[in-house]
């Protein structure tokens, strides 16, 4: 299991939300292009970025400032946030990232996960399956599209979805740990796949229960606020780099 920062981006700027709460933001310094490279210095395989403006507006909206970032970098990236549509995947792909993740479009459009999996592969496609109180939330957490969480994963799974980010809202950006009974939960549903756990990572001994949790398919975790705020850093987190 190893840790993949985040970059979590509102009108070109890197910000962190409160459990998905768009008004209660933090704005951090650096640009994305300058914090993506900070990471990749500190040992990162990968990075996350998240199109914040484009989830809302449910289309791409800082390629501008992805494309920055993915330039700036030799490692991959991954970006998630607005990707709706053949045409937003193929701008995702053109602004330098590796692969894209579908959140709500995946709950709303099946067919155009096919689609993706079919053009692109397995590879470069995961699906980000953001959950409150174990259903499925999307359009940028603002709304319960009243799918369970887990039922929605195996059925990706079973459509050859070959990789997920799991996030639960109510710890994401709160620092006090994630919900280590729910990933053990997802990550058991969709045993061929590939699991990466997201959100309530506040210092390094949470990422640490997450690997002792055992479970072959967690892959990696994300980790945003608590390296943004200094409560952990990637020197902490060496091992898992």
């Known amino acids: 299991m190893f840790v993949i920062p985040a970059i979590d981006i509102i009108d070109g700027k890197c910000v962190r939300l409160f459990r998905g709460d768009y008004a209660q933001k933090t704005v951090y310094p650096g640009s994305p292009e300058e914090v993506a490279a900070k990471w990749e210095k500190s040992g990162a395989r990968i990075i996350h970025l998240v199109d914040l403006d484009g989830a809302k507006a449910g289309k791409p909206v800082n390629l501008a400032a992805v494309k920055a970032a993915t330039g700036a970098v030799s490692i991959p990236c991954e970006l998630g946030g607005g990707i709706r549509t053949l045409a937003d995947a193929e701008a995702a792909f ?3 990232v590796a692969r894209v993740i579908l959140g709500t479009v995946a709950c709303e459009n099946r067919p155009l ?3 993706l999996l079919a053009r692109f592969g397995p590879e470069k496609v995961v699906v980000g399956i953001d959950a409150k109180d174990g259903k499925a939330a999307v ?7 009243g799918m369970d969480a887990l039922e929605l994963a195996a059925g990706f799974a079973a459509m ?6 799991y996030t639960d809202i109510s710890r994401d950006g709160a620092l006090v740990g994630p919900n280590y009974a729910a990933m053990a939960a997802f990550c058991d ?5 590939a ?3 997201s959100g309530g990572v506040g210092e390094a001994s949470h990422v640490e ?6 479970k072959p398919n967690l892959e990696g975790v994300i980790v945003g606020k608590a390296l943004y705020d200094g409560k ?10």
């Open 94 to 96: 053109a602004a330098g």
């Open 113 to 115: 996960v096919a689609d």
């Open 139 to 145: 359009k940028g957490w603002l709304e319960d599209s």
């Open 160 to 165: 050859g979805v070959s990789r997920f980010i």
């Open 189 to 193: 549903r969709v045993p061929g796949a």
């Open 195 to 197: 699991v990466i756990a």
């Open 209 to 214: 229960t997450l690997a002792k949790l055992g």
């Open 232 to 241: 952990v850093s990637m020197d902490q987190l060496r091992e898992y780099c």
